[in-house]
């Protein structure tokens, strides 16, 4: 559904409610479920209440899912190793990425500002006031205000950096582009980020426990009655959310092709009694 994404990423109100109209069009059960049982704020850039910069989805726990999805059936105290050894290796890497810098902000926004240089030139700036200026030059204009960082096109006011629009103002204004991005894209803060060390916590034996920790009694947790069957490894989907079903070969019964494609000369046997015994 591209409408859907593009309702997502919408920076204005009024582009969103453009493509929500296409969604309500096309999928009237589906667009009453957005507005009235999720909400517009749960999954739209424009909508959210708080800073959201760059990112939309609040599903960052299933990377570490994925991550662990071979450790976490460990002991607690091996799973807790394996976690601290990738965090530690992730912030190494990072610090080390972090310290070769020779832009001022993090690749992927400099990457992200660079091309609005360019975009911004033959834009027709006019001031309107110190702080504010009307840029013109395209299909969407902007008003920009370098003194509280925000634009009309709302780029600037949610990602925190500057828009097309921006830029233009900056560089009318004869203000330095980069004092305008939020300092968490900067060289400085991203070093920061990764700046401390996490270290190993070390065998029992020389773990130092004070000794309130260790006259503390902790009791067993409670066991509860084990269900049949085999215990679930993967994770229940979340509300909305959809999983491909694996096809099936009707001919040998293995999972990841069709009946028509298959190279097996004989049926799966799997489930069906034996042929060859007597009854």
């Given at each position: ?48 209440p ?103 096109c ?61 006259a ?25 959310e ?9 001919k ?20 069906n ?7």
């Amino acid at each position: 559904m591209g409408s859907y994404w593009s309702a997502v990423n919408a920076y204005r109100c009024e582009d969103f409610a453009g493509y929500m109209i296409e969604i309500s069009n096309r999928y009237p059960r589906v667009a009453e479920y957005l507005e009235n049982e999720v909400g517009f704020e749960k999954w739209s850039r424009c909508h959210y209440p708080g800073l959201r910069y760059n990112i939309t989805t609040t599903n960052m726990v299933e990377s570490l899912n994925s991550m662990l999805v071979n450790a976490r059936d460990f002991p607690y105290v091996a799973l807790l190793d394996v976690i601290q050894e990738k965090m530690s290796k992730w912030w190494n890497d990072r610090r080390i990425v972090g310290m070769a810098l020779t832009t001022p902000l993090t690749p992927s926004r400099e990457s992200q500002l660079r091309p609005r240089f360019a975009q911004s030139n033959g834009r027709h700036t006019l001031q309107l006031n110190p702080v504010t200026y009307h840029v013109k030059g395209s299909e969407l204009e902007g008003v920009v205000d370098i003194f509280n960082k925000t634009c009309t096109c709302k780029e600037f006011d949610i990602d925190k950096l500057p828009c097309v629009h921006a830029v233009a103002a900056a560089h009318h204004a004869q203000v330095s582009v980069y004092s305008l991005v939020s300092p968490y894209y900067t060289k400085e803060y991203y070093v920061l980020a990764y700046g401390e060390t996490i270290y190993p916590v070390g065998s029992q034996s020389q773990w130092d426990v004070p000794n309130e920790v260790v006259a503390r009694i902790v009791l067993p947790r409670e066991v509860k009655e084990k269900k049949r069957g085999r215990p679930k490894t993967s994770r229940f989907p979340s509300v909305g959310e959809f999983r491909k079903r694996k096809n099936r070969c009707g001919k040998c019964g293995a999972y990841g092709h069709y009946k028509k494609r298959c190279n097996s000369q004989t049926r799966s046997t799997e489930g069906n009694p034996p042929t060859n015994v007597p009854v």
